[in-house]
């Protein structure tokens, strides 16, 4: 099973709510109409049928008009005005019940609208519903009538459309967040590269120099001065030599992980990630070849937490020469995505712990949590 993204759980969780509002709507109307109609005239069950099924074309509409809201389509003009029409329509054959037509249509306009507009297109619905409730009914021209009808339908016109607007703004800012968060992990890659180029280039550009200027002065010299040709290739495979020294210098360097700094990575990526970070490290006397391998599984386990779990808490902890790294992440993949069996990058630090005299395991626990644990011989 894939790791659910955090967009796509909030993506889900504003779905749900949207339509959990409808249709929490949708069962009220129905209910009404269920009492209404059981004492009600022929005219009366007819008209309510037909109000019922335009509500359900309305909210087909509204469906799509919310999908296309937050994949940021382009404003259905078209379907908006249809939609507008079967909501007025269903309003018109019943206004008691079929006012809710007219809300859920206003839902999905405020969607593609500035907040103004919005604002004016709520006051324009809830005034023609009023208005033509008034007309309709006589009693609905009553001061408490005229207030009760204002204060209810106005309310929750208000609040739905107010939930939208709500939501497509929360979408936005959630959208933005991931952007940067991804535009973050593509800028330390991009500095990391940028960094090894440099080292590389402060390495050996000035070595491959020398070494080229040697060896256009041995081919000059060398029919001349045999003997100066060939110390200057002599020099020539020193430098190479030397340059070789460092280059191996170089990469012995970058294989050898300070485990203060990967732990202060490896937190600074997880909190960036939403992930809250624990971290509770005591590495004071360990030799340098053991604090590396402590980092390399640091940094692994790490990766296996971003990869492969949905956690949203990690603890880190070590203590004479062991890491624990327990997340709350577990997703049933086992480690590194296949059940019970361990992927490429824990079988490789399972295998260097074994080498250096260590034990390695990363297994699931009884409380439902995730448990990587590496140590060192002291």
């Known amino acids: 099973m894939a790791r659910v993204s955090k967009l796509d759980t909030a993506r889900r969780v504003q779905i749900f709510t949207v339509h959990a509002v409808t249709v929490f709507f949708g069962l009220a109307v129905a209910a009404e109409k269920l009492v209404l109609t059981a004492r009600a005239d022929q005219a009366y069950v007819v008209r309510s049928w037909i109000t019922g099924i335009l509500l359900i074309v309305v909210y087909g509409f509204f469906w799509r008009f919310h999908r296309a809201a937050f994949r940021r389509d382009p404003r259905p003009t078209r379907d908006l005005i249809i939609a507008g029409i079967v909501a007025f329509a269903a309003f018109g054959v019943q206004p008691l019940g079929g006012e809710f037509a007219p809300v859920i249509w206003a839902m999905g306009f405020v969607l593609f609208v500035s907040l103004r507009t919005g604002v004016v297109l709520v006051l324009l619905v809830v005034a023609?519903?009023?208005?033509?409730?008034?007309?309709?009914?006589?009693?609905?021209?009553?001061?408490?009538?005229?207030?009760?009808n204002v204060f209810s339908m106005g309310g929750y016109t208000a609040v739905t459309c107010g939930l939208m607007v709500s939501l497509r703004w929360l979408w936005a800012v959630t959208q933005e967040f991931h952007a940067g968060q991804e535009a973050k992990a593509k800028l330390a890659v991009s500095e990391e590269r940028l960094r090894f180029a440099r080292d590389l280039h402060d390495l050996l550009g000035h070595g491959l120099g020398v070494i080229s200027l040697k060896?256009?002065?041995?081919?000059?010299?060398?029919?001349?001065?045999?003997?100066?040709?060939?110390?200057?290739?002599?020099?020539?495979?020193?430098?190479?030599?030397?340059?070789?020294?460092?280059?191996?210098?170089?990469?012995?360097?970058?294989?050898?992980?300070?485990?203060?700094?990967?732990?202060?990575?490896?937190?600074?990526?997880?909190?960036?990630?939403?992930?809250?970070?624990?971290?509770?490290?005591?590495?004071?006397?360990?030799?340098?070849?053991?604090?590396?391998?402590?980092?390399?599984?640091?940094?692994?386990?790490?990766?296996?937490?971003l990869k492969h779990s949905s956690a949203t808490h990690c603890d880190i902890t070590i203590e004479k020469g062991v890491l624990e790294i327990r997340n709350d992440g577990i997703d049933g993949e086992g480690i590194d995505g296949v059940a019970g069996r361990p992927g490429n990058g824990l079988s490789g630090l399972s295998e260097r712990m074994a080498s250096a005299g260590g034990s390695f395991t990363a297994v699931p626990t009884e409380t439902g949590e995730f448990l990587l644990r590496a140590a060192v011989p002291a």
């Open 128 to 148: 023609s519903c009023l208005s033509y409730l008034a007309f309709a009914y006589d009693e609905a021209r009553t001061l408490g009538m005229v207030l009760h």
């Open 215 to 305: 060896s256009e002065l041995a081919a000059k010299v060398g029919d001349r001065d045999p003997g100066q040709a060939a110390a200057e290739m002599r020099e020539v495979r020193r430098l190479a030599q030397d340059a070789l020294t460092e280059v191996r210098a170089a990469v012995r360097g970058y294989r050898r992980l300070d485990l203060g700094e990967e732990l202060a990575s490896v937190c600074a990526v997880l909190e960036a990630a939403g992930i809250r970070c624990t971290l509770n490290a005591h590495f004071d006397g360990l030799p340098p070849e053991r604090c590396t391998l402590l980092a390399w599984a640091v940094r692994e386990g790490a990766t296996n937490v």
